[in-house]
């Protein structure tokens, strides 16, 4: 039996800016201590339920933020990038479920830190007519591979946004938004105490909910056109207008690929 945890920063307790996220910060090295310890916390409450493996996946930015010495011995880490499958490498059908933690919520939102998969690059993401988060997003993955999601942990509206999907998540908000870079913080000993007995909770409820979109179309728009001048190298990319694409092939991990290749194509664009 093995859980997956997807980690990512932004919504991790105490992190409220951009510089928590950003390598060459000095307040990044005390927010990857944070995200290293709520992933532990996420992990040995998967443990104390006598499961026997769990895949950690370090999901923000270069993808080399948990400090692995810090992590309990069991866990196996998908680390560094480029990822196949980016936040949720690790996924396979034998995967027993998937958890989120530090998670944010959508760009359109009044979520600390909002923003949806690449904050520089993309401006909203639909999936099966509707806004899509990071949490959406790869979770309708996990549902391609029948893999229930059953846990997250986040600001309150990336909860809420998960919440519109799967209305009783198991889950722990770890602070409450004030503005785009700040928070109503919760003490973070607090927050892994709570993530750790929650996950347990969970896991021995049997709690969990596959998830597909309605369909799998992805409407996406970029901020700046000119990102879009690369996108109509791909066959697959139907340009809509400036700022607006679709990609539709039909079948969602197809998509789901083409969307990441999409925004790294987009920075490829000399101004
Ligand atoms: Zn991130």
């Known amino acids: ?84 499958l980016s936040q949720m ?14 998670y944010h919520s959508s760009s359109h939102s009044f979520g600390t830190l909002a923003h949806t998969y690449f904050g520089r690059v993309v401006d909203r993401l639909e999936i099966g007519g509707r806004e899509a988060s990071e949490f959406a997003m790869n979770s309708y993955l996990a549902g391609q591979y029948r893999v229930p999601v059953f846990f ?4 309150r509206e990336a909860v809420r946004e998960a919440q519109e999907l799967y209305p009783g998540i198991p889950h722990v908000i770890t602070k409450e938004p004030t503005g785009r870079y700040s928070a109503r913080c919760r003490h973070p000993s607090v927050v892994r105490k709570e993530i750790r007995e929650n996950v347990k909770e969970a ?7 596959v998830l597909k979109p309605d369909n799998t179309k992805f409407n996406v728009r970029f901020k700046d056109a000119g990102k879009l001048d690369n996108l109509e190298l791909l066959p697959e990319v139907d340009r809509k207008g400036p700022k607006e694409f679709v990609i539709d092939t039909g079948d969602y991990e197809t998509n789901y690929k083409l969307f990441r290749a999409c925004t790294m194509l987009a920075t490829m664009v000399s101004q």
Not at 152 to 155: E, H, N, P, R, T
């Open 1 to 84: 039996m093995t859980y997956l945890f997807s980690v990512d920063i932004e919504g991790i307790a105490g992190v409220v800016s951009v510089k928590h996220g950003s390598m060459d910060s000095k307040e990044y090295d005390e927010a990857r201590e944070w995200m290293t310890k709520e992933a532990n916390s996420a992990a040995l409450g998967a443990f104390d339920t006598g499961v026997s493996k769990v895949f950690v996946t370090d999901g923000h930015g270069k993808m080399r933020n948990l400090k692995l010495d810090d992590l309990d011995e069991r866990i196996e880490v998908f680390y560094g990038r480029p990822k196949l």
């Open 203 to 209: 896991i021995e409820r049997r709690r969990g909910k």
């Open 152 to 155: 997250i942990s986040g600001d």
């Open 89 to 102: 490498e690790g996924l396979s059908r034998d995967i027993e479920g998937v958890g989120y933690i530090g």
